[in-house]
DNA sequence: TACTATTTAATTTTT
DNA sequence: TTAAATAGTA
C-alpha cells in the first residue's frame, strides 16, 4: 500500500500526530500550523492504513462549513466518497441522534428545532405571562441564564437557589420555559446537546451499540468545547474508545458561550497516558507578525504554553496608523486597499476586520463610494429572515399543529383581523387548560371569542389544514412553493412596493430554490420537509450569495478564525472598544480579548495593518479613546507608524510601567485627546489634537461656543479642567 | 384592529 | 446611529 499521499507532506510534529497510535491524542495546534490538515490526513491514515472502516469514525466539528470542508477533503485524499463516515458539527450529529432516538430521551418523533430568535421571543412570552416587569426581567438575559445552565448541563431540579430570589425567579422562567418547549415538541441548540448527552446516560444500550460502533473519535476546535459536550465526548469515548482532540487554547474566544479552555487540561487528567502533541511550525504567517502575536499573547497567564515560529522571512514590519477619527481610518484602510489592488492583488485577499458589527458601516460607506466590491459577513442570515421565517413557520404548522411559536408568529401575518386581543383570549384559554394555542383557537378559546375574532380565527384554521391537504402530495419544493403563494405571504409583501418589499419576494423565491437543492442527508432518515426544516434551523445559511465576485472581506474578530488573508486590516484597536469595556475589569475577559487579539493578528499571511482613531463616532455621539493596550504589547521592531498625511510627530505607543495598567499616548503637557480646557477668550472646549510637543505644541479644541480653533499651546495659555 | 410616532438601549454569536 | 419594542392615534 502506498502511504506516500498520505504521510508524506508532513512535517515530524504531523506525521507523529497522524501516525499515532490508536490511543488517546492531543494535538496543541496553533494558529497557521496545519490543524485541519492533521485531522484530514489522521482519517485518511486510519482507513488506509489501520484499516479501520469509516463507519467506525466520528469527526465532529463546530461549524457546517468546518465540517463541510473536513468531508470533502478527506474524500479527496482517499479519493472515494465516505458516506457512513459521520462527520458534522456537535450539534448536527446530536440531532441525528435523537432523530433516531427520540422517545428514548422522551422527544416526540416530530420535534422541531428552534434558533435563538425563536428562543428569545418563547421567552419574552413566558416573562409576560408571568405578570412579570420586562424591564426587571430582560428577556436577553433570561434567555443568557437559561442556556448558561443548560451549557453546564444542568436541568432546573440541579439547581441550588438558596436564598437568592431573582436567581430562584430565574430557575422557576427555565422550569416554565423547559415545560413549554416539551409541551410544543420544541428543542433549542443547547437542549440538542443536553439530550444527546442524556441518551447516554439514560440508555446504556444505546451507548454501548455506538461505542461499539465509533472505535475513533476526531474533535476539532477542542478549546471550544463546553461542559455538555465534553461530558457527551466523554461517556462516548468510555475507556475502549480513541478520542483525538485538536485544539488551541491561545485560540478560545467563546467562553462567553460556555466554551471552556479548561476541557483541554481535564482531558489530560481524565486520560493520563494521552498522547500530546504540539504542532509550533506556522506556515502561514511572515515572522515580523508572528513574533508581534507571539508577544501579544504572552502578555495571558493561563496557557497551555507553546510557541510558534516560521520559517518564513522578516516581511514588511506591520503597520500602525493613528487615525484621527473612524472617517479618517476607513479612509485610509481604503486606500491601502485601492494600493494593493493596483498593484494586480485580489481584492478577496484583503480583509477588514474589527470588534464589533457596527465598525463596518464606515468602511461600507467609503467602498460604496470609491465602487469597490465588498462583502461584510455575519449579519442576518438567510433562514433568519423575517420573511423567511414566516414561510417556515407556515410550513412547521403543516408538520405539527402545536407549534405555538409558530403560530403566534403567523396567525396574523398577513394580516386578516386577528389583532392583540383575539390571540390573548386564544392564549388565556389555552394555558388554563394545558393545551396547544392551536387546540385553543380551535375551541373559540372556550367560546369566548366574538363572532368576528371566530370568524378571522376559523379562517386561518381552515387555511392551514387546506394547505396541508393541498400539498400533501407535493414534491418539497412545490410545497414550499405553494405556501408562500397561498398563505398570502407572497401577494402580502407584492403590494409593498418598495425595495425592500421586491428583496423579500425575491428571498421567498429563493426559499424555493433552496427547497428545490436541498439534498436530505440520509443518515437522518426524515421525510423531506422535516429535514429540510431541521437543516433551516441548524444550518442558517449565508447573509449574502454573491460569493463569486473578488470582494473586499469585512467581519467581526470572532468570525475570522479559521480563515487567513495576505493583507490584514485590525481596525478600531482602542481600550474600551478592543478590549471591549465589558471584558476590562474581568480578568478572564481581558485574557479572552487578548486571544483575540491574537487570533485576528494571526490571520495575516504577509502584511497587517493595525489602526486607532482618536476619536469615534458610536451610538450617534462622538467618543474619545486611547490606543489599545493590545498595541503597546508589541515589540517596537516588527512595528512602523504610517502617516500618508504627515501632521504631527507623535510618541509611539509606551508601556507605562510606573502605572502598570495604565497605557498612553500622550507624553506631553498633561494634554490627552479628550481633555477639557478653557480659553480665556473662547471658553470652554475638548481637545481633539495636537502636534509637536513642548511649548511649540498646537493643540487642536473643539470650542462650545466658537467650533474647533488650533491654538499654539505657549500663546494660549489654555486652563486644564 | 392597523398603522405611525416615540422611546430605549446598543460585544462577540460556530449551532 | 440604529433597530426594535411599545405607546398612541385613526
Redesign the pocket.
Known sequence: MDVTPIIDTLNDAQREAVTAPQEPVLVIAGAGSGKTRVLVHRIAWLVEVEGISPHGIMAVT????ASAEMRGRVEQLLDMPVANLWVG?F??LAHRLLRRHAEDVGLPKTFQII??QDQKRLI?RLIKDSGLD??TWVAREVQYFINKQKDEGRRPDHIDVGKDHTRAMLVRLYRSYQENCDQNGLVD??ELLLRAHELWLKRPEVLAHYQRRFGHILVD?FQ?TNSVQFAWLRVLAGDSGVLFAVGDDDQS??R??G?KVENMYQLKKDFPGIREIKLEQNYRSTSNILNAANAIITNNSERLGKNLWTEDNEGEPIKLYNAYNERDEAEFVIARIQDWVNQGNLRADAAILY????QS?TFEEYLFKKQIPYRVY?GL?FFERAEIKDALAYLRLLENRADDTSFERVV?VP????????VDEIRDYARANALSLWESAMSNAGGQLNA??TGATHKFLALVEELAQETESLTLHEQVDHVIERSGLIPHFKKDRSEQGETRIENLEELVSAAQTFEPDEQDELPPLAAFLSHAA???GEGQADKWEDCVQL??L??A?GLEFPLVFMAGMEEGLFP?K??INDPG?LEEERR?CYVGATRAMSQLYLSHADQR?M???DNFAQASRFLAEIPPKYTEEVRPNIRVQRPVYQKNTTHSNTYTVTPTDGIQLGQRVRHGKFGEGTVLNYEGSGSHARVQVNFEAEGTKWLVMSYAKLELM
Open positions: 463546530f461549524t457546517n462549513k458539527t450539534h448536527g434558533d435563538s419574552r420586562e424591564s441548540f443547547a476546535e471550544d474566544i467563546y462567553w458561550r466554551a470588534r464589533s458589527n457596527a458601516r455575519g442570515r396574523n394580516t386578516r383581523g386577528i389583532g392583540a386581543r383575539t368576528r375574532a441548524l444550518e442558517a467581519m467581526t470572532h468570525s478564525k471591549h465589558r471584558s475577559g483575540l463616532r451610538h450617534g455621539t
